[in-house]
Protein backbone atom coordinates (compact mmCIF):
# COMPACT_ATOMS: atom_id res chain seq x y z
CA UNK A 1 0.00 0.00 0.00
CA UNK A 2 1.20 3.73 -0.94
CA UNK A 3 2.38 5.66 2.39
CA UNK A 4 0.83 8.39 2.84
CA UNK A 5 1.82 12.29 4.67
CA UNK A 6 0.13 14.19 6.56
CA UNK A 7 0.74 17.05 9.22
CA UNK A 8 1.51 16.35 12.60
CA UNK A 9 -1.53 18.82 13.81
CA UNK A 10 -3.90 21.28 12.71
CA UNK A 11 -6.06 24.10 14.40
CA UNK A 12 -9.41 25.08 13.66
CA UNK A 13 -12.03 27.54 14.94
CA UNK A 14 -15.22 26.23 15.76
CA UNK A 15 -17.74 26.73 13.11
CA UNK A 16 -15.34 27.10 10.53
CA UNK A 17 -14.48 24.91 7.78
CA UNK A 18 -11.78 22.24 9.07
CA UNK A 19 -9.36 21.07 5.31
CA UNK A 20 -6.81 18.68 6.57
CA UNK A 21 -4.63 17.42 3.69
CA UNK A 22 -2.68 14.59 2.61
CA UNK A 23 0.05 13.54 0.33
CA UNK A 24 0.03 10.27 -1.19
CA UNK A 25 2.36 10.61 -4.59
CA UNK A 26 3.02 6.81 -4.89
CA UNK A 27 -0.50 5.54 -4.88
CA UNK A 28 -1.56 3.37 -7.49
CA UNK A 29 -4.56 3.41 -9.61
CA UNK A 30 -6.25 0.41 -7.85
CA UNK A 31 -5.99 2.15 -4.71
CA UNK A 32 -8.60 3.79 -2.26
CA UNK A 33 -8.07 6.75 -0.67
CA UNK A 34 -9.84 6.23 2.88
CA UNK A 35 -10.12 8.75 6.18
CA UNK A 36 -10.40 7.40 9.90
CA UNK A 37 -10.60 9.47 13.02
CA UNK A 38 -9.82 8.24 16.58
CA UNK A 39 -11.40 10.66 19.45
CA UNK A 40 -9.18 10.18 22.16
CA UNK A 41 -9.62 6.99 23.88
CA UNK A 42 -12.39 5.69 21.57
CA UNK A 43 -12.36 3.27 18.30
CA UNK A 44 -11.62 4.78 15.24
CA UNK A 45 -14.25 5.72 13.31
CA UNK A 46 -14.80 5.72 9.61
CA UNK A 47 -15.36 8.76 7.33
CA UNK A 48 -15.10 8.60 3.99
CA UNK A 49 -13.47 7.04 1.13
CA UNK A 50 -12.73 7.32 -2.65
CA UNK A 51 -10.60 6.02 -5.85
CA UNK A 52 -10.45 9.54 -7.96
CA UNK A 53 -13.76 11.15 -7.96
CA UNK A 54 -14.48 13.72 -5.26
CA UNK A 55 -16.94 12.72 -2.79
CA UNK A 56 -19.70 13.44 0.16
CA UNK A 57 -21.38 12.19 2.72
CA UNK A 58 -22.95 13.75 6.09
CA UNK A 59 -19.86 13.87 7.38
CA UNK A 60 -17.56 15.13 5.25
CA UNK A 61 -16.13 15.90 1.89
CA UNK A 62 -13.19 14.30 -0.01
CA UNK A 63 -11.45 16.13 -2.73
CA UNK A 64 -8.85 14.39 -4.57
CA UNK A 65 -6.43 15.82 -6.74
CA UNK A 66 -6.63 15.03 -10.46
CA UNK A 67 -3.14 13.59 -10.49
CA UNK A 68 -4.28 11.48 -7.97
CA UNK A 69 -1.29 12.10 -5.55
CA UNK A 70 -3.09 14.29 -2.40
CA UNK A 71 -6.42 14.76 -0.96
CA UNK A 72 -8.02 16.98 2.00
CA UNK A 73 -10.36 16.01 3.67
CA UNK A 74 -13.08 18.87 4.87
CA UNK A 75 -15.56 18.85 7.75
CA UNK A 76 -17.49 21.82 6.40
CA UNK A 77 -18.44 23.26 10.32
CA UNK A 78 -16.35 21.92 12.47
CA UNK A 79 -17.47 21.43 15.93
CA UNK A 80 -15.47 20.72 19.31
CA UNK A 81 -16.85 17.04 19.19
CA UNK A 82 -14.24 17.01 15.69
CA UNK A 83 -11.14 17.42 17.80
CA UNK A 84 -9.77 13.82 16.93
CA UNK A 85 -6.86 12.25 15.32
CA UNK A 86 -7.63 12.16 11.96
CA UNK A 87 -5.66 9.12 9.57
CA UNK A 88 -5.46 9.34 5.90
CA UNK A 89 -4.95 5.40 4.39
CA UNK A 90 -4.36 4.77 1.26
CA UNK A 91 -4.95 0.78 0.24
CA UNK A 92 -5.81 -1.41 -2.78
CA UNK A 93 -9.60 -2.88 -2.81
CA UNK A 94 -10.63 -5.90 -1.83
CA UNK A 95 -10.24 -9.01 -4.65
CA UNK A 96 -12.45 -11.70 -4.46
CA UNK A 97 -15.01 -10.26 -2.03
CA UNK A 98 -12.57 -9.69 0.79
CA UNK A 99 -11.08 -6.36 2.43
CA UNK A 100 -7.28 -6.02 3.73
CA UNK A 101 -6.52 -4.79 6.82
CA UNK A 102 -5.93 -0.92 6.99
CA UNK A 103 -2.45 0.51 7.92
CA UNK A 104 -2.45 3.42 10.29
CA UNK A 105 0.04 6.31 10.45
CA UNK A 106 0.59 8.82 12.70
CA UNK A 107 -2.25 10.85 11.52
CA UNK A 108 -2.76 14.62 11.99
CA UNK A 109 -3.90 15.87 15.77
CA UNK A 110 -6.91 18.36 14.72
CA UNK A 111 -7.86 20.69 17.58
CA UNK A 112 -11.22 22.58 17.43
CA UNK A 113 -10.66 25.79 19.26
CA UNK A 114 -14.07 27.41 20.51
CA UNK B 1 -28.10 -2.38 13.50
CA UNK B 2 -25.99 -2.89 16.46
CA UNK B 3 -22.49 -2.16 16.06
CA UNK B 4 -19.07 -3.80 16.61
CA UNK B 5 -19.37 -5.26 20.06
CA UNK B 6 -15.99 -5.74 22.18
CA UNK B 7 -16.33 -6.96 25.23
CA UNK B 8 -15.18 -6.42 28.38
CA UNK B 9 -13.96 -3.24 27.86
CA UNK B 10 -11.38 -2.84 30.41
CA UNK B 11 -9.39 -5.86 31.56
CA UNK B 12 -6.58 -6.40 34.63
CA UNK B 13 -4.63 -9.21 34.32
CA UNK B 14 -1.49 -10.14 36.33
CA UNK B 15 1.49 -11.20 35.14
CA UNK B 16 0.89 -14.95 33.91
CA UNK B 17 -2.25 -15.21 33.72
CA UNK B 18 -4.63 -15.27 30.09
CA UNK B 19 -6.44 -12.55 28.57
CA UNK B 20 -9.38 -13.57 26.28
CA UNK B 21 -10.73 -10.55 24.31
CA UNK B 22 -14.51 -11.00 22.60
CA UNK B 23 -15.31 -9.44 19.49
CA UNK B 24 -18.81 -9.90 18.02
CA UNK B 25 -18.68 -8.41 14.72
CA UNK B 26 -21.89 -5.64 13.06
CA UNK B 27 -24.52 -8.48 11.90
CA UNK B 28 -23.90 -9.72 8.23
CA UNK B 29 -19.81 -8.82 8.68
CA UNK B 30 -17.90 -12.25 7.88
CA UNK B 31 -14.48 -10.73 8.20
CA UNK B 32 -12.67 -9.81 11.14
CA UNK B 33 -9.43 -7.69 12.21
CA UNK B 34 -8.13 -7.02 15.36
CA UNK B 35 -5.00 -4.08 16.36
CA UNK B 36 -2.85 -3.34 19.03
CA UNK B 37 -2.64 0.46 20.32
CA UNK B 38 0.25 0.89 22.75
CA UNK B 39 0.20 3.69 24.61
CA UNK B 40 0.95 6.97 22.93
CA UNK B 41 1.09 4.86 19.52
CA UNK B 42 -0.71 4.49 16.64
CA UNK B 43 -2.79 1.33 15.59
CA UNK B 44 -1.15 -1.74 14.28
CA UNK B 45 -2.57 -4.29 12.32
CA UNK B 46 -2.46 -7.53 14.38
CA UNK B 47 -4.38 -10.40 12.35
CA UNK B 48 -6.86 -10.72 9.69
CA UNK B 49 -9.74 -13.76 10.05
CA UNK B 50 -12.64 -14.75 8.11
CA UNK B 51 -15.29 -17.11 9.79
CA UNK B 52 -13.30 -20.31 10.86
CA UNK B 53 -10.19 -18.88 9.56
CA UNK B 54 -6.75 -16.77 9.56
CA UNK B 55 -6.82 -15.16 6.47
CA UNK B 56 -3.39 -12.56 7.54
CA UNK B 57 -1.81 -13.29 10.83
CA UNK B 58 1.61 -11.36 9.89
CA UNK B 59 0.94 -8.97 12.42
CA UNK B 60 0.62 -11.11 15.79
CA UNK B 61 3.75 -11.81 17.50
CA UNK B 62 5.19 -15.23 17.47
CA UNK B 63 4.13 -16.35 20.76
CA UNK B 64 1.29 -16.62 23.50
CA UNK B 65 -1.02 -14.75 21.08
CA UNK B 66 -3.83 -15.99 19.21
CA UNK B 67 -7.20 -15.67 17.22
CA UNK B 68 -10.01 -17.92 16.41
CA UNK B 69 -13.58 -16.75 14.63
CA UNK B 70 -15.62 -19.74 15.22
CA UNK B 71 -18.69 -20.73 13.02
CA UNK B 72 -20.68 -19.78 15.96
CA UNK B 73 -19.91 -17.09 18.15
CA UNK B 74 -17.31 -14.30 18.39
CA UNK B 75 -14.29 -13.44 17.56
CA UNK B 76 -11.87 -14.02 20.37
CA UNK B 77 -8.03 -12.66 20.90
CA UNK B 78 -6.19 -14.66 23.56
CA UNK B 79 -2.76 -13.71 24.73
CA UNK B 80 -1.23 -16.08 27.19
CA UNK B 81 1.01 -15.69 30.05
CA UNK B 82 0.98 -11.70 30.01
CA UNK B 83 3.76 -9.55 30.60
CA UNK B 84 3.55 -5.79 31.36
CA UNK B 85 4.56 -4.59 27.76
CA UNK B 86 0.79 -6.33 26.39
CA UNK B 87 -1.27 -3.51 28.28
CA UNK B 88 -2.86 -1.55 25.03
CA UNK B 89 -5.64 -0.82 23.51
CA UNK B 90 -7.34 -4.19 21.10
CA UNK B 91 -9.38 -3.42 18.52
CA UNK B 92 -11.60 -5.39 16.56
CA UNK B 93 -12.84 -4.05 13.22
CA UNK B 94 -15.64 -6.22 10.80
CA UNK B 95 -16.23 -5.65 7.22
CA UNK B 96 -18.83 -6.90 4.82
CA UNK B 97 -15.89 -8.12 2.37
CA UNK B 98 -18.13 -7.97 -0.49
CA UNK B 99 -17.40 -5.58 -2.77
CA UNK B 100 -13.94 -3.83 -4.20
CA UNK B 101 -14.26 -1.02 -1.25
CA UNK B 102 -15.81 -2.11 1.63
CA UNK B 103 -14.87 -0.24 4.88
CA UNK B 104 -14.40 -1.47 7.87
CA UNK B 105 -16.31 -0.48 11.26
CA UNK B 106 -14.27 -0.42 14.83
CA UNK B 107 -15.41 -1.22 18.12
CA UNK B 108 -14.65 0.75 21.32
CA UNK B 109 -11.93 -1.58 22.39
CA UNK B 110 -10.42 -3.18 25.54
CA UNK B 111 -8.01 -2.05 27.10
CA UNK B 112 -5.94 -4.54 28.94
CA UNK B 113 -3.84 -3.52 31.82
CA UNK B 114 -1.43 -6.11 33.32
CA UNK B 115 -0.02 -5.48 37.05
Known amino acids: DAKTTQPTSMDCAEGRAANLPCNHSTISGNEYVYWYRQIHSQGPQYIIH???NNETNEMASLIITEDRKSSTLILPHATLRDTAVYYCIVRVAGTSGSARQLTFGSGTQLTVLP | NAGVMQNPRHLVRRRGQEARLRCSPM?????VYWYRQLPEEGLKFMVY????????ESGMPKERFSAEFPKEGPSILRIQQVVRGDSAAYFCASSSGTGRDTEAFFGQGTRLTVV
Open chain 2, 27 to 31: KGHSH
Open chain 2, 49 to 56: LQKENIID
Open chain 1, 50 to 52: GLK
